[in-house]
């Protein structure tokens, strides 16, 4: 696999993005992308019940997850929870 460099503008790097712009980013629908982050898959900030992602940490995930399926992958995050 190919070493993909991220570059970021400086104000941008540490944006935190919600659920509804990570199912947008994937083109799916938010309780997908919710459940990607409840299974662990995907890392999260939590503050109160909102839960955001930082756009460094779902560019990661993309990267890591390339040509993976990313219900699998929820599946396998879920029993390796128990």
């Given at each position: 696999?190919?070493?993909?460099?991220?570059?970021?503008?400086?104000?941008?790097?540490?944006?935190?993005?919600?659920?509804?712009?990570?199912?947008?980013?994937?083109?799916?629908?938010?309780?997908?992308?919710?459940?990607?982050?409840?299974?662990?898959?995907?890392?999260c900030v939590k503050f109160?019940?909102?839960?955001?992602?930082?756009?460094?940490?779902?560019?990661?995930?993309?990267?890591e997850h390339q040509g993976?399926?990313?219900?699998?992958?929820?599946?396998?995050?879920k029993k390796e929870k128990?």
């Amino acid at each position: 696999m190919e070493n993909i460099q991220i570059i970021f503008k400086d104000d941008d790097a540490d944006r935190l993005l919600s659920l509804a712009e990570i199912a947008k980013r994937l083109g799916t629908n938010k309780t997908f992308a919710s459940a990607l982050v409840q299974s662990g898959a995907l890392p999260c900030v939590k503050f109160g019940r909102t839960r955001r992602v930082s756009r460094i940490t779902f560019q990661k995930f993309i990267q890591e997850h390339q040509g993976h399926d990313l219900y699998e992958v929820v599946k396998e995050c879920k029993k390796e929870k128990g």
